[in-house]
């Protein structure tokens, strides 16, 4: 199984600054049709998860501009630009080029 | 709007069996790939399983193949998760999503427990 290592587990950030998450893939996500299949998700404390980004870099319907995604191969990156109270929670990456689909351990950010 | 409900849940003792429903409304289900995610107590996500369209062929993570299986119903717009010869690593609440976990539901909590 392709396994995916996300850090760090735990991010303090103070409002209004820039976080960041990184995840890396024991393997390389670039499917057989030329796409990489990352994807971000958020969980708030409370409800079910929400997917952020897909295929790396692009943003769902109604993710705020201030969530972006990079990365390539077996490296890939969560970026928020300014920290707000809403972003609170639990974040995953996961795969799905390979199967069975594979999820991060998840990253827990927190207000300083 | 796209709208996903997970129905089914509760507690079953270890070796018995549970069906999970989710009831799918504002997409055309038939066209759709969906999967089941889990989640157990504390815990991160882990992928069950999906069915795709078209005959409705199904993958499952090892730690349920065997036990559990996935089906649809697409005349009335509903995913099943068959749950047997559950045991206490699979209590978890339990959630369905569109294929790529585009769209997800509220999640039903399933407990083994004697």
């Known amino acids: 199984d392709v396994v995916m290592t996300q850090s760090p587990l735990s991010l303090p950030v103070t409002l209004g600054q820039p976080a960041s998450i990184s995840c890396r893939s024991s393997?390389?996500?670039?499917?057989?049709?030329?796409?990489?299949?990352l994807s971000w998700f958020q969980q708030r404390p409370g409800q079910s998860p929400r997917r952020l980004i897909y295929?790396?870099?692009n943003r769902d319907s109604g993710v705020p501009d201030r969530f972006s995604g990079s990365g390539s191969g077996t490296d890939f990156t969560l970026k928020i630009s300014r920290v707000e109270a809403e972003d609170v929670g639990v974040y995953y990456c996961m795969q799905d080029t390979h199967w069975p689909y594979t999820f991060g351990q998840g990253t827990k950010l927190e207000i300083k | 709007d796209v709208q996903l409900v997970e129905s089914g849940g509760g507690l079953v003792k270890p070796g018995g069996s549970l069906r999970l429903s989710c009831a799918a409304s504002?997409?055309?289900?038939?066209?759709?790939?969906m999967s089941w995610v889990r989640q157990a107590p504390g815990k991160g996500l882990e992928w069950v399983g999906l069915i795709r369209t078209d005959g409705g062929t199904t993958d499952y993570a090892a730690p349920v193949k065997g036990r559990f299986a996935i089906s649809r119903d697409d005349s009335r717009n509903t995913l099943y998760l068959q749950m047997n010869s559950l045991t206490t690593e699979d209590a978890a609440v339990y959630y369905c999503?569109?294929?790529?976990?585009?769209?997800w539901g509220q999640g039903t909590m399933v407990t083994v427990s004697s």
């Open positions: 295929k790396v870099s």
């Open positions: 504002g997409f055309t289900f038939s066209n759709a790939w």
């Open positions: 999503s569109t294929g790529a976990l585009g769209t």
């Open positions: 393997q390389s996500l670039v499917d057989s049709d030329g796409n990489t299949y």
